[in-house]
């Protein structure tokens, strides 16, 4: 059995090396744990041999073959718990994050695929993250494009949000910023603030550069610039 605090390093690892698409720094690994260096340090020679990670000193940290399914399968339990209590507990879906974050160690795979059966095998969690499949598939996953990379006049379609912060989800919801909701970009500012007009009517909101760079999103019409 790993313990939570591993199962999170794990699931951390997965995350940062798919973003940089390389090996994971252990000072980007400390920043993201919001723990010092040696901490980052000792835990990745206990998670080395057992095998979970492949680390070498200054070169950094990836997961093995064996690390791997066991991230998949607790961001698995994080996304099917999140869906279940925003779709049949009434939580908010700014409030989720945190709860899922306790819950995910606590589940078995099976009490997984029974809220995955109940839900109707669901595709993605309440942020638009894609939700692993009972064999860890995420191959149908979509990136999306960068909310911050559109044009002027662009009409596109919300794939994605950042799920960690409850201020910046509830903002969104308040202005029907929600994934699959269809805005327009109506200005962006030298500065990088993104103008939005949501087709929900609720008027236009703007979004200051590092939301629109973290908001994943599908072209639906290109203005031709
Ligand atoms: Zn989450």
Known sequence: MLSAIMEDYLKAIYYLQNEADDRVRTSVLAEYMDVEQPTVTSMMKKLSERD???????????????????????????RLLERYLTDHLEYDWAEVHDEADRLEH???????????????????????????????????????????????????????????????????????????????????????MVTLDPDSGDGPVALPEEVACSISTQSLTQSSH
């Open 52 to 78: 979970f990670v492949l680390y070498e000193p200054y070169k950094g940290v990836e997961l093995t073959d064996t690390g791997v399914p066991i991230a998949l399968e607790i961001i698995r339990h994080h």
């Open 106 to 192: 606590h589940i078995s795979s099976k009490f997984a695929d029974r809220i995955a059966e109940q839900l109707g095998q669901p595709a993605v969690d309440p942020h638009g993250d894609p939700i692993p499949t009972a064999n860890l598939d995420v191959s149908g996953a979509k990136d999306g494009e960068r909310l911050a990379d559109h044009q002027v006049g662009d009409s596109v379609q919300i794939v994605r949000v950042p799920d960690t912060d409850p201020d910046l989800l509830r903002y969104l919801s308040k202005h029907g910023i929600l994934p699959g909701t269809v805005v327009d970009v109506v200005e962006i500012a030298p500065f990088g």
